[in-house]
């Protein structure tokens, strides 16, 4: 793969990702180490990916989760909870950042 290859590669990563850009104007063949700066953004790239794909999928698990809580919740409500013995301690509690 030659480097502008690489290059255009890591600018397409970087905008996926949502990263800024700065264009570059001068030509990348007049510097000698653009190869292993390329090796090195593409190694970069790779790291917060993985990283993005990871927090992507912890915040889809808490989704998850509190979308199923909130079910319960509406149906606790529904039930009349609000009614129930205690409700007016849980709700003190919450609001004093206890629960």
């Not at 990263?19 to 700066?37: A, F, K, R, S």
Request: one cysteine or more; aromatic letters at 10%; proline letters at 2%.
């Amino acid at each position: 793969m030659s480097s502008f290859t690489g290059h255009e590669k890591n600018i397409e990563r970087i905008k996926k990702l949502g990263l800024p850009i700065t264009e570059v104007n001068e030509d990348p063949y007049e510097t000698w180490n653009y190869d292993i700066l390329v090796e090195w953004v593409d190694e970069l790239l790779d790291v917060i990916e993985s990283q993005s794909k990871d927090r992507v999928d912890a915040l889809t698990k808490e989704v998850r989760h509190l979308t199923k809580r909130d079910d319960f919740l509406s149906c606790l409500e529904c039930m009349g909870v609000d009614n129930w013995q205690g409700y007016g301690e849980a709700q003190e509690m919450y609001e004093e950042g206890d629960g």
